[in-house]
Structure formats: structure tokens, C-alpha cells
């Protein structure tokens, strides 16, 4: 591997431990406060199981720029200021209402179930292990939000209501997901990872059918979008000031 393809990895890497850092975090702020005891009990799972993809992520990432996989992802997690953070804004927005929350997940999932599937064919091995293992939780995901879009859409006006309120916050966001990375498609024509153009097909064309399934309008997507990932909203500096503030208090203290 090249020391260009070598750095689009390390980049593409990043950004996919970011998505998982943060929308794990903002999953993880509904702990104790979901709906049903029993909801409550799986959303936080699903957090907790967002934070392990992104330590396969961060671990990848640090092997393959030669640091150690054990204690550089706190560094990169606890004392990067936001505009170094690659993940969407799509996961950075405030966790909103339960509805909010839910689609969220939802579209994520969906978009991640694809990607892993394709990584899985990685030229790059490390990587494509590390999805197979990743890919049997994110099935779960998958149909667990699946399940909540379909009942929160068909299910009373309020819900309906809230539902639709979300869709269209977060549609606009989507495309900020596939935008793709610097050197990206160098990293398709070598088949390490997928071209996010036709995984953005995909995935709108499951989402699409599921949305509409569900009793929902789907808006048309802005022309010439300003969400990316590297330009950040003021949420994602205040996820990050209350998840780094101890360890930037005691940046010489071992956990």
C-alpha cells in the first residue's frame, strides 16, 4: 500500500470511528430516561455497542499509522478539538425527542449495514474481519429500529406527528453522510472500501421503500447541502466539552 492509499485509509478509518464515538454518545444520554424499562435496557445496549465499533475503528487506525492501538485512541478521543472530528453531522445533532433519536439510528443502521457488507470483501484484511465482527451486532440494530420507525409512523396522529417532525430534520443531513472522503475513490479502485456514491444508491433506495411503508412523506434532499464532514455545528462542541472535560482536567492521569 502506498503512503497516499495508506493516508485515504487512515482518514476513511477515522471518520467511521467518529460517526460511531459520537452518535454512540448521543444514544447513550437516553440511559434511564427511555420510554419502557425494556427500551431503555436496548437503546443503551445499542450505545454501548456503537462505542466498541469505534474502538475497531480507532484501534485500525492506529495500527495502520504505526501507534499504539491501546492508548492512541483516547488521545484522539479525549483531546481533539471539534473541527479535527470527521463524523457526520447527521450523528452530532442533539439527541432531540425519543422519535428523533429512533429515525436516527435508523437511517444509520441501514447505511451501515450496507457499508459493512461491502467492507467485508476488503482487500485490506484487517479491516474486513473487523467488519464480519461488526456486522452481527448491526444486524440487531437494524431491525430493532426498523421495528420502532414502522411503529412510531403507523401508529397514533402523535406519534405520526413526531415521526414526520423528525424525517424531515434529519433528511437533510443524510447526504453529509456519503460525501466522499479526500482520496476516496482511490481506496474503491484498490477495493478496500466501497464507492459511498453507490452505497448512497442503496441505501436510499431500502430507506425510501421503509419510509413510505411507514406512513411517511419523504422530502427531496437540498440542493447543494452545506453539511460535512468537516464542518461542524455547535452541538458537537458541546457533546465533546462534557465528554472530554475530566480527562482534559487530568490529561496525566491513568484510567
Do not use: C
Amino acid at each position: 500500500m502506498d503512503s497516499e492509499l495508506r493516508q485515504a485509509l487512515a482518514l476513511k478509518l477515522l471518520a467511521m470511528a467518529d460517526d460511531e464515538l459520537v452518535l454512540g454518545h448521543r444514544n447513550s444520554e437516553w440511559t434511564g430516561h427511555g420510554p419502557i424499562l425494556e427500551e431503555d435496557i436496548a437503546f443503551t445496549n445499542i450505545a454501548l455497542d456503537e462505542l466498541g465499533h469505534a474502538g475497531l475503528w480507532y484501534g485500525l487506525h492506529a495500527e495502520l499509522i504505526g501507534e499504539d492501538r491501546e492508548t492512541y485512541p483516547d488521545r484522539l478521543i479525549y483531546f481533539r478539538p471539534p473541527e479535527e472530528f470527521h463524523n457526520a453531522p447527521l450523528v452530532e445533532r442533539s439527541r432531540g425527542d425519543w422519535a428523533f433519536s429512533m429515525l436516527r439510528q435508523y437511517l444509520f443502521d441501514a447505511a451501515e449495514s450496507i457499508h459493512l457488507a461491502a467492507l467485508r470483501a476488503s482487500a485490506y484484511q484487517p479491516l474486513a474481519d473487523a467488519a464480519a465482527k461488526a456486522q452481527r451486532e448491526e444486524l440487531y440494530h437494524l431491525r430493532h429500529t426498523f421495528a420502532w420507525v414502522r411503529r412510531l409512523g403507523l401508529g397514533t396522529e402523535e406519534s405520526h406527528r413526531r415521526m414526520q417532525a423528525a424525517l424531515d430534520a434529519l433528511w437533510p443531513l443524510v447526504p453529509g453522510y456519503f460525501d466522499p472522503l479526500p482520496d476516496e475513490a482511490r481506496l474503491a479502485d484498490a477495493a478496500i472500501s466501497p464507492d459511498p456514491n453507490r452505497l448512497r444508491e442503496q441505501w436510499e433506495a431500502q430507506v425510501r421503500a421503509v419510509l413510505k411503508e411507514s406512513g411517511l412523506s419523504v422530502p427531496i434532499f437540498p440542493a447543494g447541502h452545506t453539511f460535512s464532514r468537516f464542518k461542524h455545528t455547535s452541538d458537537l462542541t458541546a457533546l465533546l466539552a462534557d465528554l472530554q472535560q475530566v480527562a482534559r482536567m487530568y490529561p496525566d492521569a491513568r484510567w
